[in-house]
């Protein structure tokens, strides 16, 4: 068996492997297999030919993204909201309030848990409000809206 000895640079024409040996088992270690990748005309096609798999899972795509969102009423009109970012940049929140027909967008948030400081309408009076959100890529909503969550605010 071949030691690496050899400097990067050069590894890619030291390391030759055909198909032909591979499928007739004549190959001793996986070792070789790692070094077929190597050479300069490796391309993904072969990797599938051979049954070399990439790492990990393929991600979900964008406009399959799905926010859970966890939301506590706070003291003051505020609200805490709770959510995992995993591969998005943050959420987009928007909320409407009670009589209202229409979304309000409320803000871009980065950091899991957003407090959100929602302004009452009349003071010092209790006021119900809907709210959900959907992921951000970059800066762009993309995405289903998450389930809409229920709170009252209050002084």
């Known amino acids: 068996m071949l030691r690496r000895r050899f400097p990067p640079t050069r590894r890619s024409h030291r390391y030759r492997v055909c198909r032909q040996e591979f499928l007739n088992g004549s190959i001793d270690s996986i070792d070789w297999l790692t070094k077929f990748a190597w050479q300069n005309n490796y391309t993904a096609e072969t990797g599938a030919l051979l049954g070399i798999l990439p790492k990990g899972e393929t991600p979900n795509l964008p406009e399959n993204w ?13 609200a805490k909201v709770k959510f995992v970012r995993g ?3 943050g959420i987009a929140v928007q909320i409407q309030r009670d009589n209202e027909d229409v979304w309000t ?42 389930d809409i969550s229920e709170i009252v605010t209050h002084p």
């Open 66 to 78: 799905k926010p859970i969102l966890t939301i506590q009423a706070q003291p003051t009109f505020e």
């Open 87 to 89: 591969k998005s940049d």
């Open 105 to 146: 967008n409320f803000g871009s948030f980065f950091q899991s848990p957003a407090m959100l400081q929602i302004p009452p309408k009349i003071p010092n009076i209790p006021e119900v409000v809907w709210i959900r959100a959907r992921f951000l890529a970059g800066n762009t909503p993309t995405g289903d809206f998450s």
